[in-house]
């Protein structure tokens, strides 16, 4: 079995070195990843310049290729020229920092499975709460477990998942949530200061925190120290709003717009 290995903190990272060593021996891995930090660039994709990627060694032996792009990007090169055939997963990860909540929108983690996931490809993103001295190691084994438990499920082609581990998840006995993503508002608060020429600019704080809730979703399951897995999907359609939309008669509507004449 093939993996893709990728993620938005760039080729070098250590959360992307942990989970291919923890990978060694267990799936055959080809890595491709950003050159350098892609955090929170979401599903941003390059096509008004051209990419360039280099290939990366470790020692004598060929570890992957840095791709000067976005994470999307790394995934879209990986499966169409780099990868020896069709991958029969895409791993997004470990990224240095949660990604639950809202900031799954904003997530290069993410963003990544996401579009392995539009090739039909079973894709996880993989986070660790951010430390600075995070045990990637640990991280990376438990991932290793969670990702082998999620393929023997044969989950249908194209299925995305994305997993978060809490630092207190790495000791003792880890538990496992399969929870919603939280849609709470957060996060939102910038900080204004003065440069030494005394020009304003705003810096963007985790200020206010999550809002409480009754209701278990990623947020409150990882506050608990709980491990969260969250299935996805990226089709945004609002389904409930689609029958009622289209009782409108668009062609009378249409009607009442006004000409303009040569």
């Keep these: 079995m093939l993996a893709l290995l990728t993620n938005d903190d760039g080729m070098y990272a ?3 070195a942990a989970m291919e060593r923890a990978l060694a ?21 390059t096509f008004l310049s051209p990419l360039t990627a280099k290939e990366v060694f470790a020692g004598e032996r060929r570890r992957g290729w840095a791709v000067d792009g976005s994470p999307a990007d790394a995934v879209k090169l990986g499966i169409s020229a780099f990868c020896p055939r069709r991958p029969d997963v895409v791993i997004s990860g470990i990224n240095s920092g949660l990604n639950a909540g ?25 986070s660790l709460e951010w430390d600075d001295h995070a045990d990637y190691e640990r991280a990376a084994q438990i991932a290793t477990v969670i990702i082998e438990r999620l393929l023997a499920r044969r989950p249908l082609a194209g299925s995305l998942f994305n997993v978060n ?18 849609v709470a508002r957060y996060g939102e608060a910038f900080e204004r200061r003065v440069d ?8 963007a704080t985790n ?21 969260t897995i969250t299935p996805l999907d990226y089709d945004l ?12 008669d668009w062609t009378a509507v249409l009607a009442t717009a006004g000409h303009t004449s040569a």
Excluded at 25 to 45: D, F, K, N
Excluded at 207 to 227: F, H, N, R, Y
Excluded at 237 to 248: K, M, N, V
């Design 14 to 16: 250590p959360g992307l």
């Design 25 to 45: 021996g267990r799936l055959e891995t080809t890595v491709v990843a950003p050159s350098t930090e892609q955090s929170g660039v979401g599903h941003a994709i």
């Design 102 to 126: 809202i900031n799954v929108l904003y997530s290069g983690t993410v963003a990544a499975a996401i579009e392995g996931a539009f090739f039909g490809i079973t894709s996880i993103a993989m």
């Design 165 to 182: 581990i809490p630092t207190a998840a790495l000791t003792g006995q880890p538990v496992v949530r399969v929870v919603p993503m939280s």
């Design 196 to 203: 030494p020429r005394g020009r304003n600019y705003y810096w």
């Design 207 to 227: 200020d206010p925190p999550p809002p409480p809730s009754a209701v278990e979703s990623d947020i409150t399951a990882l506050t608990a120290g709980a491990i």
């Design 237 to 248: 359609t609002h389904r409930a709003s689609i029958d009622e939309l289209a009782e409108e």
